[in-house]
């Protein structure tokens, strides 16, 4: 079992994090804690004109409520919302949080992923503690 369970929320339409947290509440077994993570990546500075001031707090907001709904079925969980790149950004939390597994859920790779790499191979790579990819 583990103490401190790192979970990713993408909300892009092909993600589904529900098989990602029902793995995360039997390695956190009735003890564990349970964090669901979003990170909210930042708009380019060439585009963040385009962007009305409302929107960022708005989409902030909606996220958090999202958030906050999924993790009430979870216990021990927690709902955070972060900003930055989110594969650094999933490191780096992580690390300062003394989480000893993350479970991310992934997309069949694409030839894309093969150029550019997915968060989930940032994370499998360069995680300090155990990583659980739920396909």
């Given at each position: 079992m583990y103490n401190n369970v790192l979970v990713p929320i993408s909300f892009d339409e092909d993600r589904d994090?529900?098989?990602?947290?029902?793995?995360?509440?039997?390695?956190?077994g009735d003890k564990g804690r349970i964090t669901l993570l979003h990170v909210m990546e930042h708009i380019p500075g060439y585009?963040?004109?385009?962007?009305?001031?409302?929107y960022l707090e708005e989409s902030?907001?909606?996220?958090?409520?999202?958030?906050?709904?999924?993790?009430?079925?979870?216990?021990?969980?927690?709902?955070?919302?972060?900003?930055?790149?989110?594969?650094?950004?999933?490191?780096?939390?992580?690390?300062s949080h003394d989480v000893d597994c993350i479970i991310i859920a992934s997309h069949r790779p694409g030839m894309q992923d093969?150029?550019?790499?997915?968060?989930?191979?940032?994370v499998v790579r360069h995680a300090s503690c155990a990583v659980h990819v739920i396909r």
């Open positions: 994090a529900s098989g990602a947290i029902s793995i995360a509440k039997v390695l956190a585009a963040i004109s385009y962007v009305p001031a409302e902030r907001r909606a996220i958090l409520t999202e958030l906050e709904s999924i993790v009430d079925g979870v216990p021990n969980g927690t709902a955070e919302l972060v900003e930055g790149h989110s594969g650094r950004t999933i490191l780096d939390y992580a690390q093969l150029l550019l790499g997915s968060t989930a191979t940032q």
